[in-house]
C-alpha cells in the first residue's frame, strides 16, 4: 500500500518561512506527477505546486516566487518551501502522487499539514 507523510506544518507570522516535506513509502522516481494541494475553510482544494517524473514545475500563480517545489530521491522525499508567507496561504497542505497501476493513472494523498498564520 502506498503512503505519503507530510510533515513541517506548523503557526508562522506572516513573511516567515516554512518548509513542509512529504515522505513516500515508494520510490519517488515512481511517481508520473507528484504535488502539494491546499485546502482553506470554505473553499475547494487547489493544486500550489507540482512536479512531474521528467522535473517539469508548474505554480499556483498567487506562489510563484515564494514557494519552490523540489525532492530528493534517495530519501523517497518531497519538498515544499514556502518563503514571504501570506495569511491567505493558511490551510491544510496535502501532499499528491501519481502512479500508473494496471495500466492506469492512480492517485493517493497523504493526510495533510496544517499551516497557520498568527
Known amino acids: 500500500q502506498v503512503q505519503l507523510v507530510e510533515s513541517g506544518g506548523g503557526l508562522v507570522q506572516p513573511g516567515g518561512s516554512l518548509r513542509l516535506s512529504c515522505t513516500t513509502s515508494?520510490?519517488?522516481?515512481?511517481?508520473?506527477?507528484m504535488g502539494w494541494y491546499r485546502q482553506a475553510p470554505g473553499k475547494e482544494r487547489e493544486l500550489v505546486a507540482r512536479?512531474?517524473?521528467?522535473?517539469?514545475?508548474n505554480y499556483l500563480d498567487s506562489v510563484k516566487g515564494r514557494f519552490t517545489i523540489s525532492r530528493d530521491n534517495r530519501k523517497n522525499t518531497l519538498y515544499l518551501q514556502m518563503n514571504s508567507l501570506k495569511p491567505d496561504d493558511t490551510a491544510v497542505y496535502y501532499c499528491?502522487?501519481?502512479?500508473?497501476?494496471?495500466?492506469?493513472?492512480?492517485?493517493?494523498w497523504g493526510r495533510g499539514t496544517q499551516v497557520s498564520d498568527y
Open positions: 499528491n502522487g501519481a502512479l500508473i497501476v494496471e495500466e492506469e493513472i492512480r492517485g493517493y
Open positions: 515508494k520510490s519517488i522516481s515512481s511517481f508520473v506527477t
Open positions: 512536479i512531474t517524473h521528467g522535473g517539469n514545475i
